[in-house]
């Protein structure tokens, strides 16, 4: 009887066993196994798992951060390292997203870097490397030099020096984001008028007109011009009004048929206003026009900017003419009357008639 019991309890057990405890295919996740692995077969010795184990958790919208960052681990010695979040935010539209700095993040709030890399751990552990390690692996793999040789104190200011507020990083040739390279000019196409050309002289406006970047590119990141996980860019489409509000923050009073042309436009040249400019005054528009959004009509007489001359105190090859060592130490109203420098020099304050200007120059032309 109890053997008679004890088979019909292990027959029992068995048929129980088939049915809850069987083996069934798992079904396949809604998440897909992409959010968790980066390649199609993953094993148990490359399980090739994604950086981050909770991506869901990195934050994903650029408003979520602040817009700068000081990092002031080195106090003592060096002012605090300026770092721009939003600006860096910004240009993540192009890879991973946030990941690319917060790799690991704990659901809630941003994990600070600290918390993984403790300044106290060994520089040796490549894998879990210390604050100073971590920091400068994240910032240098973009921002290297054109020189490969990115020197500490353009991030790191010592006390007691000037303390530059946006320092110049450039991303170098081993960086995924090189340096940009801007166009002499740029030439659209449009349908306005029966089909007209518009053309944008990129260089002069950066140059010669000291328009800075972010006055027309104000709310541009990377992603603008690249597609994601692509290295090469992609034209931007700007909307016809885009384009428009771009242009006119200056030219608000320009017709459509200034920009609008049959042919390419010809570049600006300071001769068509009556005054070529000769190598001396070859400046930024601003130097003598002010701010390039209302520029001012200076005056064409030398002293307006130059004032306080002396002899001794200016290098008249400046003017593209060197004097002779006989005429280096003359005072200036002696040859220019007045000091009204628009007007042709005269010699007749120290010499007879035969000798004129510019029969007889009192030096050389560069």
Not at 143 to 163: F, V, Y
Not at 333 to 359: A, F, L, M, Q
């Amino acid at each position: 009887m109890k053997i008679s019991l004890s088979v019909a309890l292990l027959l029992a057990l068995l048929l129980y066993s088939d049915s809850a405890f069987a083996y069934s295919q798992p079904t396949k996740s809604t998440n897909g196994c992409g959010e968790c692995h980066v390649c199609s077969t993953p094993t148990l010795d490359d399980p090739c798992l994604r950086a981050c184990p909770r991506p869901r958790a990195t934050p994903k919208d650029i408003k979520m951060g602040p817009d700068e960052v000081l990092i002031n681990e080195i106090e003592k010695e060096y002012w605090p390292v300026q770092f721009s979040h939003r600006l860096h935010a910004e240009m993540t539209a192009m890879d991973r997203g946030c990941q690319d700095c917060h790799h690991f993040q704990e659901v809630g709030g941003i994990t600070a870097c600290k918390n993984c890399h403790p300044p106290h751990i060994a520089d040796e552990n490549l894998e879990q490397p210390g604050l100073k390690g971590a920091y400068h692996r994240q910032c240098l793999g973009c921002h290297q030099d054109w020189s490969h040789d990115t020197q500490c104190d353009i991030c790191h200011i010592k006390k007691g020096q000037e303390i530059v507020t946006e320092p110049s990083l450039p991303a170098g040739p081993g960086s995924r984001f090189a340096g940009l390279v801007q166009p002499d000019k740029k030439v659209w196409h449009s349908s306005y008028g029966g089909g007209t050309i518009v053309t944008l002289f990129h260089k002069n406006h950066t140059d010669k007109y000291g328009i800075d970047c972010a006055s027309c590119h104000h709310a541009e990141g990377c992603g603008s011009c690249h597609a994601k996980d692509q290295e090469t860019t992609t034209e931007i489409r700007h909307t016809e009004e885009a384009l428009h509000g771009i242009c006119n923050s200056c030219h608000e009073e320009m017709s459509c048929t200034q920009c609008h042309l049959k042919q390419e436009a010809v570049a600006f040249s300071h001769e068509r206003t009556g005054w070529p400019l000769k190598s001396y005054h070859q400046f930024a528009c601003r130097r003598c026009h002010g701010s390039p959004y209302h520029f001012n009509k200076p005056s064409k007489e030398c002293n307006a900017c130059h004032m306080g001359w002396a002899v001794g105190s200016f290098d008249h090859s400046h003017t593209g003419f060197t004097l002779n060592e006989s005429h280096n130490e003359i005072a200036c109203e002696e040859c220019h009357v007045g000091r009204i420098y628009s007007v042709p020099p005269t010699c007749n304050s120290c010499h007879d008639d035969d000798i004129t200007y510019p029969s007889s120059l009192p030096g050389k032309k560069k």
